[in-house]
């Protein structure tokens, strides 16, 4: 994109391969576009900026790990398991879509947002993939977009019972965009430890209901890619969420401090918007549930187990 208007990549260029060439070849590809014919934004349609090869959505906000807590254990007491390491589960990369599209959800009564910066993993040739420390892991980091990780919070609520991590309360959906900022354009915004000092703002229906720092987390984001490719790779085209802001960056969270579903859970024709200081705006409206064929539960163990 240039100011308000977007160019196609030249000489058959994709997504991949500018995040390969790294930010220099990016900047390369500028050049030579930059007195080329533009389209208005305003008559294109975005989908999401890149098709993830994979997708790590990490819990790095302790006030977000606060709020949900108080939700489900009655108290808001963050494990000490969480301040040793960043934490982070992987999730699919097959149900992307852009700002505008309708998210379609399963059948849920507690639908929610979650509303994240996330790193996008490129670098030039030889960049390197396991094991960084974290000068190199800043190094691969190609750029950000915004993320919005769908959650269906009563499913995820019997899952997270089994003790494996959320599943099917999260697989249906993820919001990506509106485009990808090279890292470059947000040093201006990295305080003196490392951190993108962003503010993040989410609305529901036009009213904000949360907003916060992205400073706030409790590693930045080389760290959060060094330890991703701890005994590890991360490639180009790989996604690192920073896990949902405080403050109200999901209603989940809201839900555990006000002590009931205050404010209500997302409904078909919601609209939520998501916004971060530096990188844009992504806006989805809530479509009707998607039904799906049962599945039974277990069998009982009445089958013979050994020979």
Request: net charge negative; with cysteine.
């Amino acid at each position: 994109m240039i100011e308000d208007a977007v160019v196609p990549f030249p000489d058959g260029a994709t997504v991949t391969s500018v995040l390969e060439s790294g930010i220099d070849g990016a900047r390369i590809l500028l050049d030579r576009v930059l007195h080329e014919p533009r389209t208005p934004l305003s008559q294109v349609q975005l989908l999401a900026p890149l098709q993830p090869s994979t997708v790590r959505d990490f819990v790095a906000f302790e006030e977000h790990v606060e709020g949900v807590s108080a939700g489900v254990e009655g108290k808001g007491d963050v494990a000490a398991e969480w301040y040793q390491a960043p934490t982070f589960y992987f999730t699919n990369p097959h149900t992307m879509s852009g700002t505008d599209a309708v998210i379609r959800p399963p059948v849920s009564d507690r639908l929610d947002f979650e509303l994240e910066l996330a790193a996008v993993i490129g670098g030039g040739p030889g960049a390197p993939e396991s094991n960084l420390d974290v000068d190199q892991s800043a190094s691969v980091i190609f750029g950000y977009c915004i993320m919005n990780d769908w959650s269906a919070r009563d499913l995820q609520a019997r899952e997270m019972q089994v003790r494996l991590g959320p599943a099917k309360g999260k697989d249906f959906g993820m919001t990506l965009g509106p485009w990808i900022v090279t890292a470059d354009e947000l040093t201006q915004y990295l305080d003196e430890d490392g951190f993108l000092a962003v503010r993040a703002e989410a609305y529901v229906n036009g009213d904000l209901v949360g907003e916060d720092l992205v400073s706030n987390m409790g590693w930045p984001f080389p760290e959060l890619v060094a330890y991703a490719s701890r005994n590890s790779r991360v490639v180009t085209g790989d996604v690192l969420g920073s896990g949902t802001v405080g403050n109200g960056g999901c209603l989940g969270e809201l839900w555990g401090r006000n002590g009931g579903l205050t404010p209500p859970p997302l409904q078909p024709g919601d609209s939520v918007r998501l916004v971060i200081e530096g990188v844009g705006e992504i806006e989805n409206t809530v479509g009707d549930p998607v039904p799906a064929p049962p599945i039974p539960a277990a069998r009982p163990r009445t089958r013979q187990r050994w020979r």
